[in-house]
C-alpha cells in the first residue's frame, strides 16, 4: 500500500515563528503536493512538484515556501506563521502517468495563536 | 480553466435508503474525475475514478459513480446506504490539457440516520 505520511497531526505556533511541516512517501512518485483545507473551501493547492529540486506554485502560494531535495520527501515552510494560516495541511502524492488518483497523508492541524 | 461544483452544502439520507451526492464539473479538455471520502480528523481516501470507457465506475465500499458528458456531471451513488458512510465527500476533476494538477470540489458532508 502507499503510504504518506506527514510529521505532525498537530502542531501550535506563535506569531512570526517559522514553521516546518514535512511530508514523506515511499511509493517512488514523482509528483507531490501540499494543500490547505478550510471549512466550505474544499482542499487549494498550495505547492507542488514534480521532480526533485522542482516547484510550482499553486492557487495561495503566498506566505508559504516549501522544498525537495529527495524524491521521497516534500516540506512546507511558513518562513513568518500568522494567524490566518491556522488551517489542516494536507500532502499528496502520485505517479506523473495520466489518470492516476493522489494519495493522501492524515494531515497536519496547525494552530498559529 | 478547470473547477468543480457540489451543489449541496450536506445531504442527509436514512439507513438502507439510496444515496447520491452531486458533482458537476468543467474543464476545456478531457476530464479525469475522482470521489475521495474523509473522515473526521483523517486525510482523503480515494474512491474511485472516471478516465476513459464505461460511464458507469464502481470503486470502495459498493460506491460507484456515472460520468455524464453532456451534463458534465459526476454523480456519486450508492443502493443502499451504511451509517459509517457519513462523513465528507470530495469530487476532484483534473483536466487532462492542463498538467498534472487537480482541482476540488468544496466538498459534501453524508450524514446517514440510523
Known amino acids: 500500500d502507499v503510504k504518506v505520511t506527514q510529521s505532525s497531526r498537530y502542531l501550535v505556533k506563535r506569531t512570526g515563528e517559522k514553521v516546518f511541516l514535512e511530508c514523506v512517501q515511499d511509493?517512488?512518485?514523482?509528483?507531490m503536493f501540499w494543500y490547505r483545507q478550510d471549512p466550505g473551501l474544499g482542499l487549494r493547492l498550495i505547492y507542488f512538484?514534480?521532480?526533485?529540486?522542482?516547484?510550482e506554485k499553486g492557487d495561495i502560494p503566498e506566505g508559504y515556501s516549501v522544498s525537495r531535495e529527495k524524491k521521497e520527501r516534500f516540506s512546507l515552510i511558513l518562513e513568518s506563521a500568522s494567524t490566518n494560516q491556522t488551517s489542516m495541511y494536507l500532502c499528496?502524492?502520485?505517479?506523473?502517468?495520466?489518470?492516476?488518483?493522489?494519495?493522501f497523508g492524515p494531515g497536519t492541524r496547525l494552530t498559529v495563536l | 480553466a478547470q473547477s468543480v461544483a457540489q451543489p449541496e452544502d450536506q445531504v442527509n439520507v436514512a439507513e438502507g435508503n439510496p444515496l447520491t451526492v452531486k458533482c458537476t464539473y468543467s474543464?476545456?479538455?478531457?476530464?479525469?474525475l475522482f470521489w475521495y471520502v474523509q473522515y473526521p480528523n483523517r486525510g482523503l481516501q480515494f474512491l474511485l475514478k472516471?478516465?476513459?470507457?464505461?460511464?458507469l465506475v464502481k470503486g470502495s465500499y459498493g460506491f460507484e459513480a456515472e460520468f455524464n458528458k453532456s451534463q458534465t456531471s459526476f454523480h456519486l451513488k450508492k443502493p443502499s446506504a451504511l451509517v459509517s458512510d457519513s462523513a465528507l465527500y470530495f469530487c476532484?476533476?483534473?483536466?487532462?490539457?492542463?498538467?498534472?494538477?487537480?482541482?476540488f470540489g468544496p466538498g459534501t458532508r453524508l450524514s446517514v440516520l440510523p
Open positions: 472516471y478516465i476513459t470507457g464505461d460511464n
Open positions: 476532484a476533476v483534473r483536466d487532462e490539457d492542463y498538467g498534472q494538477n487537480f482541482v
Open positions: 511509493m517512488d512518485h514523482e509528483n
Open positions: 512538484s514534480y521532480d526533485v529540486k522542482m516547484k
Open positions: 499528496a502524492s502520485s505517479k506523473r502517468s495520466s489518470g492516476n488518483e493522489q494519495f
Open positions: 474543464v476545456s479538455g478531457n476530464p479525469y
